[in-house]
């Protein structure tokens, strides 16, 4: 009877340790994309790096950031992850972040550094040669999201003026549909949607070229509420994304077969991808550069009602969280 009741007490604490532990791990709403720039995220998911720091993610799934930037600024998310332009488009006061008066955003980190994500692919048979060709014809891209500034830089390089093509707001995942049914004659487009447009299309349709190329950064952001309220959460969000980016560095074979299967996109794709993308926790010199560029466009195409009112990047920049988990990642004066 003794010994029942020690193990029946053993059973007991055991169960009531498990059911402490569950309830210790602070959940984080977390709004990501089916993208490669991605890897780190899905690695620390799999791995339980996550769960090794005490979260317990909610992901919420998108086909571009500026959904997650849009969900972040509704109260539907704790972080978001984002290219640049649609962070630029909210710390410059424009449709639809205006309305969110008391929202105050905040880059923690950047997650990835590429020059090899925007591609404007078109179609031969639609009498596109070179880039002068896209002159009268319809082109297809998401607006609001860093395709928009990927293409009048393209536009630009090639002195082609911006009212003699025909922009066509399409979902990104709608673009392989819509240059295959000729609803447009090229698509501006990102990886890993851009290399299965070629592949499925094949000799039909093919990457303009583009001298200049573009820089896209992968970043993290929350609200400064949601950061003073929770700033310990940030860190350990961090700590569990370096974690899987150590891993990415040790094991880059096991990380592109599982970037393979979550997004959906061949492994010879991702394999050719791969040495174009850096994985890294930053915060830099970088990244502010591409921001003030980008936010300068975005002033000149006076795509807000006051031009005059430039937001200042740097204010935009929380440094206390990486500087805890990953201080060498920063490399501008704060």
């Known amino acids: 009877m003794k010994l029942t009741s020690i193990l029946a007490l053993v ?35 799999s791995e339980g790096f996550f769960e090794e720091e005490g979260l317990e993610i909610i992901d919420h799934p998108h086909s571009a950031g500026r959904e997650s930037l849009k969900e972040l600024y509704q109260g539907k ?5 984002v290219a640049e332009i649609p962070v630029v488009r909210a710390l410059s006061g424009a449709l639809p972040y205006s309305k969110y008066d008391e ?32 002159r009268n014809k319809k082109v297809g891209l998401y607006y ?21 093509v025909e922009k066509v707001n399409i979902d990104i995942s709608e673009h392989y549909k819509a240059l295959k049914n000729g609803q447009v ?32 950064l992968w970043l993290g952001v929350s609200s400064e509420t949601y950061i003073q309220q929770h700033p310990e959460t940030i860190v350990k ?17 096991e990380t592109k077969t599982l970037v393979s299967q979550k997004t959906k996109t061949s492994l010879e794709t991702i394999e050719n991808l791969w040495p174009s993308i850096e994985y890294e926790l930053s915060i830099g010199q970088r990244m502010l550069s591409l921001l003030n560029e980008q936010q300068r466009w975005f002033m000149q195409e006076q795509r807000v009602a006051d ?25 501008v004066i704060q």
């Open 185 to 216: 004659d090229a698509v501006v487009s990102w990886e890993p949607h851009a290399s299965q447009i070629l592949k499925k299309l094949k000799n039909n349709t093919f990457k303009l070229n583009s001298v200049l190329g573009h820089s896209t």
């Open 103 to 134: 929202f105050n955003l905040k880059i923690f980190t950047g997650m990835i550094y590429t020059s090899n994500s925007q591609k404007v692919i078109a179609r031969r048979d639609h009498g596109i040669e070179n880039p002068q060709d896209l």
């Open 237 to 253: 969000y961090l700590r569990a994304l370096k974690k899987a980016q150590d891993y990415i560095k040790h094991h880059p074979e």
């Open 77 to 81: 998310l704790d972080i978001a992850h």
């Open 11 to 45: 059973l007991l604490v055991g169960c009531n340790s498990n059911d402490d532990d569950s309830s210790d791990l602070t959940t984080v709403r977390v709004g990501v994309t089916t993208f490669w720039g991605e890897a780190a995220y899905y690695i620390a998911q």
């Open 144 to 164: 609001e999201t860093t395709s928009e500034y990927f293409f009048d830089t393209f536009l630009l390089e090639h002195g082609i003026p911006e009212k003699q």
């Open 307 to 331: 031009t005059t009112k430039q937001s200042n990047v740097h204010n935009a920049i929380y440094f206390d969280a990486l500087q805890k988990a990953h201080p060498e990642g920063i490399t």
